[in-house]
């Protein structure tokens, strides 16, 4: 199994009566709210935090996108690796990923992430993912043409990196007269593609025919197998055998000396998380036209009872949470592994208001306690 250091870049700083007087940490809540006196401190800490990961010997550190919220301040993957691009030497970057059906110009996030593929030495992994809803609100895309846009704007990406410049396309979405990258990426053919996602069965199906990884975003954990078991199904009828390694897992982890201290010192930064900076009301998060008739009424149903609704205790007993002394944790993740199948971890280690010195012993714990005992997994 190979683990991964996943971080959000969360705003910590929320004020207390914020559940009072705001009814989302999406889209509409005050930019005043945020501090850039803090927030140069908190990137900073942040970046340090990642770039520990790399000398504690994870295998890959991962950054993603999102706008205008207090949820996860990236709006920019590429800025944030290219940040860690020249302070890293061996983990792998994992973007994931570039919000592909938001830019009107996929093209350039193929002549970034190859730029960054170069520069690291071919250490990029690519992810493609159509954002979550609240970001159509923040772009001002139209969500009914978020799958059409991502499709094309993917065949585009793959079509630059592949196929010798220079060349044409033409597609509904896409128009582009020269098409001819420089620089092209390291790895060949291309950057390794990863495809995050919240379950989407459409999203799924293609993964697995594309034979792309799959990685599912914390959820519970009926939920992730049956994610993970669909996209076996999608497999078999492609004609191959799904293998672990194209199956992840992201969830919040966090490790301490022993199981009660692993409670105590987590449960405020990750109801933080899950009950503060993730509050959106449903129209925000999941747009008209989003997703199509079935999947927004079962996403609607999960959203609904997904983790706002959830106290701490049930946040670990349906697998938000994974968290203990080291060995409880391993044992936890060898046993969700033994049931799920999954040969991709990527973990949440910083996560709300966790402070930066918890921060750094959750990732010295989990590397050098917890890490070995799966990589032989």
């Given at each position: 199994m190979e683990s991964y250091f996943f971080h959000l870049m969360p705003w910590p700083h929320l004020p207390e009566d914020f559940d009072e007087k705001y009814d989302s940490a999406w889209v509409t809540l005050p930019n005043r709210l945020y501090d850039p006196v803090r927030g140069h401190e908190i990137y900073n800490q942040y970046l340090d935090e990642l770039e520990y990961a790399d000398a504690?010997?994870?295998?890959?550190?991962?950054?993603?996108?999102?706008?205008?919220?207090?949820y996860g301040t990236m709006p920019s993957p590429n800025l944030v690796a290219a940040t860690l691009a020249r302070r890293t030497s061996r983990a792998k970057l994992a973007i994931l990923g570039n919000a592909l059906p938001l830019r009107d110009h996929p093209l350039r996030v193929a002549e970034e992430v190859a730029m960054l593929d170069v520069i690291t030495g071919g250490r990029v992994i690519h992810g493609i993912v159509r954002g979550l809803g609240a970001e159509y609100h923040s772009n001002n895309v139209n969500p009914v043409y978020s799958r059409e846009r991502f499709l094309e704007a993917h065949e585009l990406i793959v079509r630059?990196?592949?196929?010798?410049?220079p060349f044409r396309f033409e597609g509904k979405h896409y128009q582009l007269r020269y098409v001819n990258p420089w620089p092209r990426p390291l790895q060949q053919p291309h950057p390794p593609i990863w495809v995050p996602g919240t379950g989407?069965?459409?999203?799924?199906v293609w993964a697995a025919q594309k034979r792309y990884p799959y990685l599912q975003v914390y959820s519970p954990v009926k939920t992730i197998r049956k994610a993970f078991d669909d996209y076996r199904k999608a497999a078999e009828a492609a004609g191959y055998t799904a293998s672990p390694k194209?199956?992840?897992?992201m969830t919040l982890i966090y490790v301490a000396e022993t199981d009660g201290a692993a409670w105590q010192e987590a449960k405020?930064?990750?109801?933080?998380?899950?009950?503060?900076?993730?509050?959106r009301p449903l129209e925000i998060y999941l747009p008209p036209g989003y997703l199509g008739l079935n999947p927004l009424v079962e996403q609607a149903r999960v959203d609904k009872v997904k983790s706002r609704e959830r106290s701490f205790e049930e946040l670990v007993?349906?697998?938000?949470?994974?968290?203990?002394?080291?060995?409880?944790?391993?044992?936890?993740l060898r046993a969700y592994q033994r049931e799920m199948g999954f040969g991709i971890l990527c973990a949440l280690l910083h996560f709300g208001t966790l402070s930066h010195e918890l921060t750094l012993r959750n990732l010295e714990l989990f590397a050098k306690e917890v890490m070995p005992n799966l990589r032989a997994i």
């Amino acid at each position: 199994m190979e683990s991964y250091f996943f971080h959000l870049m969360p705003w910590p700083h929320l004020p207390e009566d914020f559940d009072e007087k705001y009814d989302s940490a999406w889209v509409t809540l005050p930019n005043r709210l945020y501090d850039p006196v803090r927030g140069h401190e908190i990137y900073n800490q942040y970046l340090d935090e990642l770039e520990y990961a790399d000398a504690l010997g994870f295998d890959g550190i991962c950054v993603n996108e999102h706008h205008q919220n207090a949820y996860g301040t990236m709006p920019s993957p590429n800025l944030v690796a290219a940040t860690l691009a020249r302070r890293t030497s061996r983990a792998k970057l994992a973007i994931l990923g570039n919000a592909l059906p938001l830019r009107d110009h996929p093209l350039r996030v193929a002549e970034e992430v190859a730029m960054l593929d170069v520069i690291t030495g071919g250490r990029v992994i690519h992810g493609i993912v159509r954002g979550l809803g609240a970001e159509y609100h923040s772009n001002n895309v139209n969500p009914v043409y978020s799958r059409e846009r991502f499709l094309e704007a993917h065949e585009l990406i793959v079509r630059a990196w592949t196929e010798p410049g220079p060349f044409r396309f033409e597609g509904k979405h896409y128009q582009l007269r020269y098409v001819n990258p420089w620089p092209r990426p390291l790895q060949q053919p291309h950057p390794p593609i990863w495809v995050p996602g919240t379950g989407s069965p459409e999203t799924i199906v293609w993964a697995a025919q594309k034979r792309y990884p799959y990685l599912q975003v914390y959820s519970p954990v009926k939920t992730i197998r049956k994610a993970f078991d669909d996209y076996r199904k999608a497999a078999e009828a492609a004609g191959y055998t799904a293998s672990p390694k194209q199956l992840g897992w992201m969830t919040l982890i966090y490790v301490a000396e022993t199981d009660g201290a692993a409670w105590q010192e987590a449960k405020e930064a990750a109801l933080y998380l899950f009950h503060k900076v993730s509050k959106r009301p449903l129209e925000i998060y999941l747009p008209p036209g989003y997703l199509g008739l079935n999947p927004l009424v079962e996403q609607a149903r999960v959203d609904k009872v997904k983790s706002r609704e959830r106290s701490f205790e049930e946040l670990v007993q349906d697998g938000f949470v994974i968290l203990g002394s080291p060995a409880t944790v391993a044992e936890q993740l060898r046993a969700y592994q033994r049931e799920m199948g999954f040969g991709i971890l990527c973990a949440l280690l910083h996560f709300g208001t966790l402070s930066h010195e918890l921060t750094l012993r959750n990732l010295e714990l989990f590397a050098k306690e917890v890490m070995p005992n799966l990589r032989a997994i």
